[in-house]
């Protein structure tokens, strides 16, 4: 897109961290702003804030994700803009509750499935559309303590990259946003091994929607607020080993710090 001027957007996740800047920041750029979240006063206050309009509820599941879709496309007209940065971080491996392995699917993965499966022939039919997914450093590397993060932000930028290698031609652009530690409340809720991990190069969500905005001028698939990040996605695909034991010593390190 050239402009964003009058560009009809939605964000999910919006009532606060990332989504919360992302929506203020394609407001400032003109741009029209459906917000979603399952928070009504913290995504009705972010709505009031940019002037736009309040979604309330499950932005995962296939109604949830219809009734959004509808919703948008009623105070916008149409939708140019989809942000899927909803997303959710249990902690756990294969011991957690099979419940949060389906929920972190739901969430992480199947939201941006489900919303591309409705907006992809309107898209496809006026030759444009713009899908943003906030998909996380963890869907390019990992994140230790949650397994069910890990595999389900995988993938999501499998789906993202498959979107992009698929209909690129068509006119639909695609970009995955890929930060490390962003200073919001799931970063906070990680506790003493969160902040050891991320804690000192963590980033504001204005910095995250600074580095998409970039991104987007450069029409640039892969965002990485965190530049860091790409060296480490090269050494985990060309010195697996060397990768893994550096994270397995990172693990060792959680464990002391949690023990």
Known sequence: MTTLKDAGVV???????????LARRFRAEGARVVVADLDE??????????GGTAFVGDVAS??????????????????DVFCANAGIAPHGGPEAPASVWQAAWDV??????????????GWLERGRGHFVATVSAAGIL??????PYSVTKHGALAFAEWLSATYRHR???????????VRTNMLSGT?????????????????VSDALFTAMAENRFLVLPH?????????????????????????????????
């Open 62 to 79: 296939e109604d949830g994700v219809r009734r959004l879709i509808d919703t948008a496309n009623g105070a916008l007209g149409a939708i």
């Open 108 to 121: 992480n993965v199947m939201a941006h499935v489900r919303a591309a499966d409705l907006l992809l022939p």
């Open 142 to 147: 990992t994140s230790l303590g949650s397994a």
């Open 41 to 50: 006063k913290s995504v009705t206050s972010v709505a009031e804030e940019v």
């Open 191 to 207: 506790g003493k091994a969160g902040d050891f991990l991320m804690g000192a190069s963590a980033i504001e969500p204005e910095q």
């Open 171 to 181: 006119g639909i652009t695609v970009q995955a946003v890929c930060p490390q530690g």
């Open 227 to 259: 530049p860091e990040v790409a060296d480490y996605y090269a050494a985990r695909a060309t010195q697996t080993d060397r990768w893994l034991g550096g994270m397995n010593k990172l693990q060792r390190k959680v464990e002391e710090l949690e023990g």
């Open 11 to 21: 964000v999910t996740g919006g009532g606060g961290g990332i989504g919360a800047a």
